[in-house]
């Protein structure tokens, strides 16, 4: 199985912030990497696919880039609506496997 | 407009099956490279994978189930399907279905989740 090291676990950032959350797979995954956001008591929202790709109606303030093995996603200028757990999940290899999940929070 | 909605029995025993149904609109199934996930999460954790249908019936699932894991989708009602036999507390979580949006860059078939149902809470107790 690919295993997701996702960090970090949780950040603290302020309004404007850039913020970047990585996720490592354990092996390589191709660019079938994409990027979620779940609000509390709310279902997981696409933010990025196929790595790169901002998916419709997200923020430009969001992106996704992959520098070798290792995958990011970036938000430049850090708004309130930001806040929320994101996640990472590789569709490379079955089964398919989520990142531990990263807990942003405003300063 | 695509929405997906998923159906459940709310509370069951151990060593039941949980029978989930996933209702949507907006896509059809029947359609090359469109395909249903389901993913559930237990409550305060993480995401967790659990199978896929593509249009044309091919079905993966996750292996951590141990084979108790049946995926299928009825494409002339727009309804995709789960069963989970023997279930026991471990299964307690909220169970989401999600729609798989195919795209073709640099002729490489990648696929993600796109559109998701609001989820619907299981409890296993006795």
Redesign the interface.
Known sequence: DIQMTQSPASLSASLEEIVTITCQPSQDI???L?W?Q?KPG?????LI??AT?L?DGVPSRFSGSRSGTQYSLKINRLQVEDTGIY?C?Q?YS????????TKLELK | QVTLKESGPGILQPSQTLSLTCTFSGFSLSTYGMGVGWIRQPSGK????LA?IWWDDDK?????LKNRLTISKDTSNNQAFLKITNVDTADTATY?C?RI?P?T?AA?Y??????????TMVTVSS
Do not use: C, M, R, V
């Open positions: 191709g660019n079938y994409s979620y779940q709310k279902s997981p929202q696409l696919h196929s790709s998916a996640y999940l569709g079955a089964p398919y496997t989520f990142g531990a999940g | 993480g995401l967790e994978w896929n993966y699932y996750n292996p951590s989401y999600a949006a795209i860059i490489t990648y696929w993600y989740f796109d559109f998701w149902g609001p989820g």
